[in-house]
């Protein structure tokens, strides 16, 4: 009977972990439709903005609690301001350039930039099997960029220069404001506050950019104006559903299922988040692509993986927790 209650919980939670990928599956799909409609400069203006008038009374109410944490936190929550800032407008702007499937693909190395980038800023150790993983991983992605390029024009085979540099730009920004993230939140920031600054930066940055743009900042206010309800629903689902909603559901579940299952997880939703544009935009991928995004995610899986423990003695979840801390910190 105990066994019974055991097995139904896990079954629970499994759903709502399901449910998480399900509900972030489709973020670049649903970007890459609204592409059509508004450009990527306004699209993360109007839903940064969105977020930053639900985040702005915590952030405030935190300031005055707690000046002091937040005066200690000051270049931590900067740079996690510019990473998350360069790394959505370089992301929404590379599915507009090119394709949801492709973006995807190439931004799989940013959990292999997070492992360096945890080793050189937080000195996390980097043992040989993670250094075998990212060798791996680095040449899925060498045949992703590199191959295409070479033999660009050929039949078959994709490349988007300006996408993939764009993509290349999120893969490094995107790891550093998930580092600062870490060492700001274990000194006393909750993810409400980061949050919530960030996106009051990502919102300012958007509105910067745009003044270099012909339309200007008057672009954004006039395509804002003609966005349809869909394009707002659209805007809402990306800011909302998939930062608080789908992050929320995948802790829960992660908490109640381990770190294997959380793993899994993940995986799932890089995988299908390059499956489902093929599939609902019929967009198409190149051979080469798809050798490395397999290399890619076999390269991730080594890196973050660790064998398990010898002598009862505890196993050590490193790439788990980096798992953890890419969905805890998820604003794309």
């Known amino acids: 009977m105990a066994e019974k209650n055991v097995k139904r919980r896990y079954n629970k939670w499994l759903v709502i972990g399901l ?11 649903v970007i890459k439709i609204l592409a059509d409609e508004i450009g990527s400069i306004a699209f993360t203006f109007l839903k940064f903005a969105l977020m930053s008038l639900v985040f702005l009374p915590i952030v405030i109410s935190f300031a005055v609690r707690h000046k002091k944490i937040l005066k200690r936190n000051i270049f931590n929550l900067t740079m996690v301001t510019i990473g ?26 940013s959990p292999i930039v997070l492992v360096v980038m945890s080793n050189r800023l937080i000195k996390e150790k980097v043992g040989a099997r993670a250094v075998a993983g990212i060798t791996l991983a680095a040449i899925g992605g060498l045949l992703v960029v590199a191959l295409p390029a070479v033999i660009h024009g050929a039949i078959g085979s994709v490349f988007y220069p300006a996408a993939t540099f764009l993509v290349i730009i999120n893969c490094f920004c995107h790891p550093m404001s998930i580092v600062y993230q870490r060492k700001s939140n274990e000194d006393g920031i909750p993810f409400a506050v980061y949050a919530g600054i960030s996106a009051i930066g990502t919102t300012l940055l958007a509105l910067v950019v745009s003044m270099f743009q012909a339309e200007g900042p008057s672009g954004i206010v006039a395509q804002a104006a003609n966005v349809s309800a869909w394009g707002w629903a659209g805007i809402i689902y990306s800011g909302f559903l998939v930062t608080f909603v789908a992050r929320i559901l995948w802790i829960k579940s992660y908490q109640h299922m381990g770190s294997a299952a959380g793993g899994g997880l993940s995986y799932l939703e890089m995988l299908l988040g390059v499956v489902l544009p093929m599939v609902v935009l019929g967009e198409s991928l190149s051979i080469e692509l798809l050798i490395g995004a397999i290399l890619i995610l076999l390269g991730v899986y080594i890196a973050e993986s660790r064998p398990a423990a010898k002598n009862g003695m505890k196993k050590h979840h490193y790439g788990n927790r980096l798992h953890y801390l890419h969905r805890h910190s998820r604003l794309h």
């Not at 449910?19 to 799909?29: D, K, Y």
């Not at 790394?87 to 973006?103: H, M, Q």
């Open 84 to 109: 998350t800032a360069v790394s959505v407008l370089a992301f929404y702007r590379a599915i507009e350039l090119s394709t949801a499937s492709y973006t995807s693909i190439v931004s799989l190395l």
């Open 19 to 29: 449910l998480s990928v399900a509900i972030g599956v489709p973020n670049g799909t």
